[in-house]
């Protein structure tokens, strides 16, 4: 059997229903798959369902796909079941790196041979997971974040034994099936947007743990401050707004010795020229033909439907 | 002079106008107060107009004060006119110490010995910055976010020599004046979300100089996925949902062992019985009432209406 387009992809295997594999199948179903789940946990089926019954409603709001239907869930008996006669296959299993191997290995030998697996590891490289797959060339990373049914990242990465079609195929089927993709070119651990996520995470369990502050204080910090901001620049362009008319490089010339200071565990880089160079062009390239007064503009408009919409669904 | 009620204040002095000093200024004209800003760069007062006429239109969307009028800003002659006759005075100056201790020893000597006087440091301590104020009692840090005229949170805190009710004052005052407060009991470096904002930052420079991940990459990790929960949930009350119904304790079991991964340069700390506790417990109380299976309701009802506000703002 040969590799589906893409585009036509109509049913796709979910191995593991906790709450990723689970936010996935409701992902799928929504977008108008047909979805094959497997979980050999005890109660997992009631559990699925559950899950995606909570789901749908948002997924109703969002808007479903022509013919999306939660009765386009099938439970299987088996993993041999949710692995063949699907175009694509999702694994969240247990974030544990022995049991990804043998899961990977065992979903490789049932599944069709063209047929494209992708883990939803939050960390692991492909390389060490692929390790016992006998076609671990159509094994990817397709890591999303939770719930995957309403955030639209997915970071897709290969591993040594992946050939480089089994990612472009995997990139252009979530793509089609409503996700925002990066595709990376090379494995680093925890991707890059779990990277950034841990290192907040890392800095917050440490002032949690000497007594510097609450988790109460950490999350306000975070809703009430930067994270506002995050949902509509991230943190480059939101630092280039930060160095007002100059930005980025008027920024990094009015923070840059900030970088010294003791202001997290995290110790910064050397702000060498190349450095400097490569985060001033990454802006300008983001900004485009966008004025640091028009991103002001843009950014104040989509802070204030933000902050209204939040209030609005409290 | 005594010190007014913190609700009664009606006119304020705004020391320094740049980015940061300007959106101050903006927002307590919004708010309805005089604003006296003072800044000695040449062409300040253009580029404090400018600023405040670009942020406008936000602040009347926003909901303007009664009475709240641009012509209710007097740009000052000198820092004395900005420090007398005004009940609060809010200092933005570059973010270098031996300049906020010079700026803040002047202000201290031009202003009523009883005035609350707050700096915008971004993480300096007020401890060494008020070294040189005769009156150092009433000097704090106020640390706002870019822009302060929207981002709500302000993070309060004093020095050594700083007396309790200065702060409690300055705490009031923000509030009454539109801000989310977080009141901090000791000086930390970069007090909390900077610190958390900053842990980010470093692992995104860290991630461009070493070639891992691109500007752009980097950016859109962050607003197509843990950015977009950011607006609504902290990383805290974020994770305690990642753990399904078991919350945070069944995340810490979960997911604990990833403290050990490399995916971020930071590295975390143990993970004691006793942070545990604190972690689980300090969610537990921001969850409240609510069962997990509330709070993913709401997390996918603000998510949607986040989602379709910043689309509907582009």
Redesign the interface.
């Known amino acids: 059997m040969s590799r589906p387009d893409p585009k036509a992809a109509t049913r796709v295997g979910v191995v593991g229903t906790?709450?990723i594999g689970g936010g996935w199948a409701a992902h799928f179903l929504a977008k108008g798959y047909d979805v094959v789940a497997y979980d050999p946990g005890q109660g997992a089926e009631d559990r699925l369902r559950r899950l995606i019954d909570?789901?749908w409603p948002?997924l109703e709001?969002?808007g479903l796909a022509p013919g999306a239907a939660k009765t386009r869930l099938t439970f299987a008996d088996s993993l041999e079941e949710a692995c063949t006669d699907v175009a694509f296959i999702q694994e969240s299993g247990?974030?544990?790196l022995d049991l990804k191997q043998r899961l990977l290995k065992d979903i490789d030998a049932a599944a069709d041979p063209e047929t494209v697996i992708a883990s939803s590891t939050?960390?692991y490289g492909m390389t060490e997971m692929q390790r016992d797959c006998a076609r671990a060339e159509r094994t990817v990373v397709g890591h999303p974040?939770?719930?995957p049914y309403?955030?639209?990242?997915v970071?897709v990465v290969g591993g040594e034994r992946t050939a480089a079609d089994a990612v472009d195929w995997a990139c252009d089927f979530y793509d089609h099936a409503g996700k925002?993709v990066?595709r990376?070119d090379?494995e680093?651990?925890?991707?890059?947007?779990?990277?950034?996520?841990?290192?907040?995470?890392?800095?917050?369990?440490?002032?949690?743990?000497a007594g510097?502050?609450?988790?109460?204080?950490?999350?306000?910090?975070?809703?009430?401050?930067?994270?506002?901001?995050?949902?509509?620049?991230?943190?480059?362009?939101?630092?280039h707004?930060?160095?007002?008319e100059g930005g980025m490089a008027h920024m990094l010339d009015?923070?840059g010795?900030?970088?010294k200071?003791?202001?997290?565990?995290?110790?910064?880089?050397?702000?060498?020229q190349?450095?400097r160079d490569?985060?001033v062009?990454?802006?300008e390239?983001?900004a485009g033909e966008r004025s640091i007064?028009d991103l002001?503009?843009?950014?104040?408009?989509?802070?204030?439907?933000?902050?209204?919409?939040?209030e609005?669904?409290?």
């Open positions: 906790g709450v909570g789901a948002a709001e969002l247990p974030e544990r939050s960390g974040f939770n719930p309403l955030v639209p990242l970071e925002s990066i990376m090379a680093l651990p925890g991707f890059i947007a779990n990277r950034l996520q841990e290192a907040i995470w890392r800095e917050a369990l440490h002032m949690v743990a510097e502050a609450t988790v109460d204080q950490i999350d306000r910090s975070i809703t009430e401050g930067p994270g506002l901001r995050w949902a509509l620049m991230g943190p480059c362009l939101t630092f707004l930060a160095g007002g009015h923070f010795p900030s970088l200071s003791p202001w997290t565990r995290l110790i910064a880089p050397e702000l060498t190349e450095l490569r985060m062009e990454g802006c390239t983001q007064a002001v503009a843009e950014r104040d408009r989509k802070l204030i439907a933000i902050m209204k919409a939040r609005a669904a409290s």
